[in-house]
C-alpha cells in the first residue's frame, strides 16, 4: 500500500530491555513525525524529521529514547532499559509539507507492552 | 493550562442528530488547524482541515474563531458510523509540530 507502515503492529518486552520500531513513511514525504499515545489521551509529540535531520526532538521523555532517519526515509525509534511508563502506542506520520501547513498522515502504530 | 483542550465527552446522540464540539487553544500565533478521526484502536485519520473563513465537507462544517482561540466541529445528520474520537488538533507557532487534544468521544446509537 501507499500509506505509512509501522512495524511490528505489537511489542512485548521486559522492563530493562532494549526495544527499536521501525517506520517507512509514505514515499517522497519529505517530514516524518513520532507520537507517543498513552491510553485515553491524544497523541503527544515527540521528536520530528526533515529529510535526515531531526529538528525537535523536544518531545523525547529521556535520554533513553533515541530516534534516527539516516537516509531521509526509513525511521527507527529506539528504547533502551525499557520501563513500564513506556508502555503505550508509538505513532509514526509523515507529510509532503516542511511548514506545517499540510495534514500528517498516520500509520497504524506499535503497541507497546512493558512487563 | 494544555495547550490544546477540549470536552472529553462523551456525547451520546441518537442517529439523524447534529451535535457540536469546541476547542479551544492557548497560542495566539497557532497557524494551522485540523480536525481527525481516531476509531478504537486505530490511527489517527484527517477529517478535515479548518481554514478562517470556514468549511464545510457533506455534514461536517468546521469553524475557526481567532480572536476566542477556539475551533469546533459540527456534524449533522449523525450517522452510527461517526462514533469516535475527535481531535483537534493545531499546528503551534514554533515549527513543524501539531499539538493534540486529547479528544472527545462521539456515541451515535440507534
Known amino acids: 500500500g501507499a500509506g505509512v507502515s509501522q512495524s511490528p503492529r505489537y511489542k512485548v518486552a521486559k522492563r530493562g530491555q532494549d526495544v527499536a520500531l521501525r517506520c517507512d513513511p509514505i514515499s517522497g514525504h519529505v517530514s516524518l513525525f513520532w507520537y507517543q499515545q498513552a491510553l485515553g489521551q491524544g497523541p503527544e509529540f515527540l521528536t520530528y524529521f526533515q529529510n535526515e535531520a531531526q529538528l525537535d526532538k523536544s518531545g523525547l521523555p529521556s535520554d533513553r529514547f533515541f530516534a534516527e532517519r539516516p537516509e531521509g526515509s526509513v525511521s527507527t525509534l529506539k528504547i533502551q532499559r525499557t520501563q513500564q511508563e513506556d508502555s503505550a502506542v508509538y505513532l509514526c506520520?509523515?507529510?509532503?509539507?516542511?511548514?506545517?501547513?499540510?495534514?500528517?498522515?498516520f500509520g497504524d502504530g506499535t503497541r507497546l507492552s512493558i512487563l | 493550562r494544555k495547550e490544546v483542550e477540549q470536552d472529553p465527552g462523551p456525547f451520546n446522540v441518537p442517529e439523524g442528530a447534529t451535535v457540536a464540539f469546541n476547542c479551544t487553544y492557548s497560542n495566539s500565533a497557532s497557524q494551522s488547524f485540523f480536525w481527525y478521526r481516531q476509531d478504537c484502536r486505530k490511527e489517527p485519520k484527517l477529517l478535515m482541515s479548518?481554514?478562517?473563513s470556514g468549511n464545510e465537507d457533506g455534514r461536517f462544517t468546521a469553524q475557526l474563531n481567532r480572536a476566542s482561540q477556539y475551533i469546533s466541529l459540527l456534524i449533522r445528520d449523525s450517522k452510527l458510523s461517526d462514533s469516535a474520537t475527535y481531535l483537534c488538533v493545531v499546528n503551534m507557532e514554533y515549527g513543524n509540530k501539531l499539538v493534540f487534544g486529547a479528544g472527545t468521544i462521539l456515541r451515535v446509537k440507534s
Open positions: 506520520a509523515s507529510s509532503l509539507s516542511r511548514t506545517g501547513d499540510q495534514p500528517q498522515h
Open positions: 479548518v481554514y478562517s
